[in-house]
């Protein structure tokens, strides 16, 4: 199962790069399903995040382990494999994020998703589908915010109204 999204920020490319790529580790800090995130190391291919998540569509919350296999900084590319974590009806999943200037103090993110299923969730395949894009269109919306406004979105504020900012992230 394959899924697209995008989203264009009233930002330039170099500001949401620095959110989603340089800030990888601290998704937690933005985005509503993750409670809390930490990554093993700087931000480069082999580096580990783990995610302390809320629910995410029909993923109960949990722990999440995400493997960066490649990281662009100069191409604002990465792509990550959740390598421990994912429910049992989840064989594997990957997503590749990219921040692509538009000029004008703009820029568009997208996320290519693929997520392979087991059993006989893969017959739940356009149910879960729907569920994950309107779930990711959320996450979206929060990066969105996030970059263009300097603070987390209000629902991130709501859910983790203790929340602290890192340092730069």
């Known amino acids: 199962m394959n899924l697209l999204a995008e989203v264009e920020i009233e930002a ?6 620095h959110i989603l790529g340089e800030c990888w580790g601290h998704i937690g800090q933005w985005a509503v399903p993750i409670t809390l995130s930490e990554l093993d190391g700087p931000p480069c291919a082999g580096a580990t995040r ?6 995410f569509g029909p993923v109960p919350p949990g722990l999440i382990r995400e493997r960066l296999v490649v990281f662009d900084a100069a191409a604002r590319t990465f792509t990550y494999q959740s390598v421990e974590g994912m429910p049992g009806f989840v064989a594997r999943a990957q997503n590749t994020w990219t921040v692509e ?12 998703a693929s997520v392979e299923l087991r059993g006989p969730m893969r017959l739940f395949a356009p149910l879960l589908k729907l569920s994950f894009s309107r ?3 959320r ?3 929060e990066l969105k915010y996030r970059v263009e406004h300097g603070t987390p979105h209000p629902r991130k504020l709501a859910a983790q109204p203790e929340l602290v900012l890192a340092h730069g992230c």
């Open 101 to 112: 200037e538009r000029g004008n103090g703009r820029c568009v993110v997208r996320t290519e």
């Open 135 to 137: 779930n990711g269109a």
């Open 139 to 141: 996450v979206l919306e």
């Open 12 to 17: 330039d490319a170099a500001q949401a790069w």
């Open 50 to 55: 783990t995610c302390h998540t809320a629910r």
